[in-house]
């Protein structure tokens, strides 16, 4: 990924935090020279190695179970928009301005570990579906499903663990750009409804 300085994402909590936010990744893997790429959620344990632990699963029916690759990347995407140079207050002073897109992204390196375990599986899918519940008015969980029920689908899925070894952080905004820029952008993107964080974030006015 190309990575000029001042766009560099360089403390590892913010990594963390943009990954636990926006868990929806894509996994790319390489196998005998073939690219595949699988968009799933992965889990996020930080506690666990130098850089965390990725976790998640896919069907058995995904011919990544039978490719096994060892190595693979997580690529996270934060926000992300568009960015029209009628915002800028230099389009009305002398005009030299191009559009461009400001986004947050993550990409995790790391070694993948297929897991058929029972009571891991069961264990994940409870800690997923925790996860992605806990905002509603009466959270769903596995526990509310017939057992057996539950059972027969983790059976026909396949965990998966990426040991993180290197993460790599690009936090595109107007971070290098003047305040007044940085402030018009932010206006901009508050008037297409983007909620005020993230605004400043596309903005640069404000880290995540």
């Avoid at 590892?12 to 943009?18: N, S």
């Avoid at 936010?21 to 968009?39: E, H, K, M, Q, S």
């Avoid at 976790?55 to 997580?74: D, F, K, T, W, Y």
């Avoid at 509603?136 to 899925?157: F, M, N, V």
């Amino acid at each position: 990924m190309y990575l000029p300085r001042h766009f560099q994402m360089e403390n590892a909590r913010t990594k963390h935090a943009l990954m636990d936010r926006y868990p929806f990744a894509t996994l790319v893997t390489v196998t005998d020279g073939v690219i595949d790429a699988n968009p799933l959620p992965l889990l996020l344990n930080p506690h666990r190695g130098h850089h965390g632990v990725l976790e998640g699963h896919i069907a058995r029916a995904n011919p990544l179970v039978r490719q096994s690759p060892e190595r693979a990347m997580a690529l996270f995407h934060g926000p992300d928009s568009y960015i029209t140079p009628n915002w800028y207050p230099a389009r009305r002073a002398h005009g030299r301005v191009v559009p461009t897109w400001h986004y947050l992204s993550v990409q995790a390196h790391g070694t993948l570990r297929l897991i058929e375990d029972p009571d891991w599986l069961r264990t994940h899918v409870a800690e997923l579906t925790a996860r992605f519940e806990r905002e509603q008015t009466t959270p769903w969980s596995i526990e509310d499903a017939p057992r057996d029920y539950i059972d027969g689908l983790c059976r026909a899925i396949a965990g998966i663990e990426l040991r993180i070894e290197r993460l790599v952080g690009k936090h595109k905004a107007a971070q290098h750009k003047d305040a007044a820029t940085q402030r018009a952008v932010l206006d901009g993107l508050m008037a297409e409804g983007w909620r005020e964080e993230e605004a400043g974030w596309l903005s640069g006015l404000s880290r995540p």
